[in-house]
């Protein structure tokens, strides 16, 4: 999966939700250790990788996976 | 759940954060946060060395900025940041200095550094982060806070005229004076970079969200979307701005560089210019 959350560091501010093209957060009912309801990636599959979220989070809990390497490595094959 | 000081697998910009410090002190959906990887971005992209810099914040919620950050830091002092920049560029003017400030700490209370800073163009960064009132004391009125706006401390509105902190910058003589919005990162870090490699008083002022005190207060709602949209509304950008008569302006803020140039840097040498060089010259 592309879509990193990292729920400690979360405050489920729903920034993302209303930066993200593709619609894929949603705010999920589990808490952190601070208790803020943390956002969950719920249609990750749609991510496109425009990394508006990870760009826009306030507290660096997103984080999107760049697999260019592996596709690059796949394409030489 | 044991505290590890070890970074965490994650966001890239983790790694010039101090791990052990976060999550940060921030309330959810605060603008500070998107202002501390607009920064680590332009840095990341400047290639400088953050363990070379200091970060220096007075008080405030946007002075908690660089205690998150790897990088020497002071802070607590009300408003005084340039009072302690001016001394570290003097003592060692090659070191880089970042100062974080709100808009009190910026126009209120250190007002008088401010504009003293700019007419003697020390060579520091400056980013003032405008919540437009005192978030972190609960959301009283300030300097910055717009005409008619209710706050804690103005329930029927505030009566006073804002100021316009970027045309003050310019007339005060700072060199690089910028204004732009959190929900624009990408002209917030490329602004924070052309800050960063100027040589001057370099001013970036970041309009920002504060949802908990200004938005409750002033919009009737704690939701961050609702400020940045409205932020977003009340802002111009400086081209469109010429185009626009005075009348549509009322109440906007304008976005944009306004003024790049370059002129002699504060070394302190107004004060021994011509017996110190002699002095050097016959050692």
């Known amino acids: 999966m592309a879509v990193h959350v990292n729920k400690r560091l979360c405050k489920g501010c729903g920034l993302c939700m209303t930066v993200c093209p593709k619609n894929v957060y949603e705010l999920s009912d589990e808490v952190n250790q601070k208790g803020f309801a943390v956002i969950s990636a719920v249609r990750a599959s749609d991510c496109i990788k425009c990394k508006r979220c990870e760009i826009n989070c306030p507290d660096m809990a997103l984080w999107i996976e760049d697999d260019e390497t592996s596709s690059k490595e796949e394409s030489a094959r | ?283």
């Not at chain 2, 008083?201 to 979307?225: D, M, N, W």
């Open chain 2, 1 to 283: 759940m044991s505290v590890s000081t070890m970074p965490e697998k994650g966001n890239p910009l983790l790694k010039y954060m101090r791990q052990d410090k976060l999550p940060h002190f921030f309330c959810p959906g605060c603008g500070c946060g998107q202002v501390v990887s607009a920064f680590l971005r332009a840095v990341e992209a400047l290639k400088l060395d953050l363990g070379t810099m200091v970060g220096i914040g007075g008080v405030g919620c946007t002075a908690r900025i660089p205690v998150y950050l790897h990088m020497d830091c002071l802070h607590g002092v009300h408003g005084r940041t340039l009072a302690w920049a001016t001394g570290i560029k003097l003592h060692k003017p090659d070191t880089k200095v970042v100062v974080f400030a709100g808009d009190g700490d910026a126009m209120s209370i250190g007002g008088n550094h401010f504009i003293h800073a700019a007419r003697r163009n020390l060579d520091v960064t400056f980013i003032v982060v405008n919540n437009f009132n005192f978030a972190m004391t609960g959301g009283q009125v300030a300097p910055m806070t717009p005409g008619g706006a209710v706050t804690m401390t103005t329930p029927y509105g505030s009566s006073e005229p804002p100021f316009d902190l970027c045309a003050m910058a310019v007339t005060s003589g700072a060199t690089y004076v910028a204004r732009t919005l959190t929900s624009n990162p990408a002209q917030m870090t490329s602004y924070i970079k052309t800050a960063l490699d100027h040589k001057g008083f370099s001013v970036v002022e970041i309009l920002s969200q504060c949802p908990t005190h200004f938005g409750r207060y002033a919009l009737g709602s704690g939701s961050p979307k609702n400020l940045v949209t409205w932020i977003k509304d009340h802002t111009v950008p400086l081209t469109a701005a010429d185009k626009m008569k005075a009348e549509e302006l009322e109440g906007k803020y304008r976005t944009g560089e306004f003024i790049k140039t370059e002129r002699p840097v504060f070394m302190g040498s107004t004060v021994c210019s011509a017996p110190c060089a002699e002095k050097e010259g016959k050692a």
